[in-house]
């Protein structure tokens, strides 16, 4: 079973960078597609990017594409979010989750495990 943690949210202002990282503690997570989705107040939660399990495709959200990146090292079984350029729209909890088997999906209902969140805020 997958135990997922993230970290890495904070304060920053617009123009920023923050990178978040989601470790699975148990470490099995090598054999899973990764996503991270994020919950602003109010709203529903929806995806950002997702990663293959392989590591060698990702997807992205048009709203962060060319200014997040994904990556995962299984070695370290740890998938990190590269967050540059942040605007105050990307204010937000930040959750990664882990889906068994190859393809990444963009709904939450398709994901099986879940991190708690980690707080991202972009100030103006």
């Known amino acids: 079973q997958v135990q997922l943690v993230e970290s890495g949210g904070g304060l920053v202002q617009a123009g920023g960078s923050l990178k978040l990282s989601c470790a699975d503690s148990r470490g099995t997570f090598s054999n899973y597609a990764m996503g991270w989705f994020r919950q602003a107040p109010g709203k529903e939660r929806d995806f950002v990017a997702g990663?293959?399990?392989?590591?060698?495709?990702?997807y992205y959200a048009d709203s962060v594409k060319g200014r997040f990146t994904i990556s995962r090292d299984n070695a370290k079984n740890t998938v990190y979010l590269q967050m540059n350029s942040l605007k105050p729209e990307d204010t937000a909890v930040y959750y990664c989750?882990?889906?068994?088997?190859?393809?990444?999906?963009?709904?939450?209902?398709?994901?099986?495990?879940w991190g708690q969140g980690t707080q991202v805020t972009v100030s103006s």
């Open positions: 989750a882990a889906k068994g088997g190859v393809v990444v999906s963009r709904k939450t209902d398709d994901y099986d495990y």
């Open positions: 990663i293959r399990w392989s590591g060698g495709i990702t």
